[in-house]
């Protein structure tokens, strides 16, 4: 079955901790995307990549980090800096140049619990 | 400019009734207008979408209305079922591969 895979579903954290959530996709896709969720709030973008080796900052980029090596996979790590780590993380692909650029298809998401 | 504004924040209807989900942005380089669906404790999913060159568009119970003038479009849900109680996402996205989501709305449909 194709599509998006991320663990763990739940993680919990110390304060002052990094912690890395996965992303791994099986689409094909080019693009990678990582979104923020919280309680009744929209989704907002953290970082995303078009292509391997390359990624953007999104609007609340501050505290995370990524990489992008391989096309399957765009790993979030969510570092000490991050000053409200607890939420509901999203990964998402999307076919980029080759198809239809905006149509994402979203992982399970993990949500990340930090004390 | 590159907010997507959404309301109502909730919504409850009765079986069989006709909610409507209704979305305004103001960045007029946005072409391409999704809905996703998102169920508790999972990620969003595609539900339908629209570029402004059409004013309407359906795909069996969901139809998006656009009107590029007002820079506004809609979620109308036909015949609503209590499967479709779910939280529902509009967004907006342009060339640069940013989607820009609005706030979400809770449906909950009565039985």
């Known amino acids: ?28 896709h080019d693009a990678m995307y990582w979104y923020r969720q919280d309680p009744g709030q929209g989704l907002r973008l953290i970082y995303y990549s078009q292509i391997v080796n390359d990624f953007q900052k999104g609007d609340i980029a501050e505290g995370y980090s990524v990489s992008r090596e391989k096309k399957e996979s765009f790993p979030l790590t969510v570092t000490s800096a ?6 509901f993380y999203l990964c998402a692909s999307s ?4 198809g239809t650029p905006y149509e994402q298809y979203f992982g399970p998401g993990t949500r990340l619990t930090v004390t | ?52 060159d059409v004013s309407e568009k359906k795909e069996g119970r969901f139809t998006i209305s656009f009107n590029k003038s007002a820079k506004q479009f809609s979620l109308h849900i036909m015949d609503s079922q209590p499967g479709d109680s779910a939280t ?24």
């Open chain 1, 1 to 28: 079955d194709g599509g998006i895979t991320q663990s763990p579903k739940y993680l919990f954290r110390k304060e002052g901790q990094n912690v890395t959530l996965s992303c791994e996709q099986n689409l094909n």
């Open chain 1, 82 to 87: 991050q000053k409200n780590p607890t939420a």
């Open chain 1, 95 to 98: 076919m980029g140049t080759s």
């Open chain 2, 1 to 52: 400019q590159q907010q997507v504004k959404q309301s109502p924040q909730s919504l409850i209807v009765q079986k069989g009734g006709i909610p409507i989900i209704n979305c305004a942005y103001e960045n007029t380089a946005f072409d391409y207008f999704p809905w996703y669906q998102q169920f508790p404790g999972k990620g969003p999913a595609l539900l339908i979408a629209i570029r402004p």
């Open chain 2, 88 to 111: 529902y996402f509009c967004a907006a996205s342009e060339g640069n591969f940013k989607t820009i989501f609005g706030a979400g709305t809770r449906l909950f449909v009565k039985a």
